[in-house]
């Protein structure tokens, strides 16, 4: 079986750092991204299973990202799993789904939470339409 790839996207260098170390230690392989654009361009070439995508970040926020992602045919169903520190998000957290965000994981997170979070969204994309999915829970 194939590794799911996964693209982190944060402009802080060590979080991604991490991200990759961790993911890559649960059999994932992990691509960056440090801002919006390379995420895009990333995102295009390497058409990943899943992106961690960090709301907060200059030039393009994660949100932008996510819209241009939806836009594209051929990117619109890769899972979005949004990554904030903002606490302000429980404001979106009603528009994630029609966003087409999966989830969310706030920082600091918890790498056991994290990696549940990663399998459950990759299992729920293989079994499930994103229609499906029940973010109000």
């Known amino acids: ?15 991604t750092r991490l991200l990759k170390f961790k993911l890559n230690k649960e ?7 440090h801002n919006g654009e390379e995420a895009l361009k990333t995102a295009t070439s390497l058409k990943p299973d899943l992106i961690l995508l960090d709301i907060m970040m200059p030039k393009m926020t994660g949100w932008e990202v996510n ?5 594209d045919s ?9 990554v904030t520190a903002v606490s302000q998000l429980n404001e979106q957290l009603k528009s994630l789904k029609a966003e087409g965000v999966r989830d969310y994981i706030t920082k600091p ?3 056991s939470e994290l990696i549940n979070t990663v399998n459950r969204v990759l299992s729920q994309t293989k079994d499930n339409s994103l229609s499906s999915l029940n973010l109000d829970s």
Request: glycine share 2%.
């Open 74 to 82: 051929k990117l619109k169903n890769i899972p979005v799993i949004m």
């Open 109 to 111: 997170f918890n790498f």
């Open 27 to 33: 059999g994932f392989d992990v691509f960056e991204a």
């Open 1 to 15: 079986m194939d590794k799911k790839k996964i693209l982190t996207v944060d402009d802080d260098f060590n979080i």
């Open 67 to 71: 819209k241009k992602l939806r836009e």
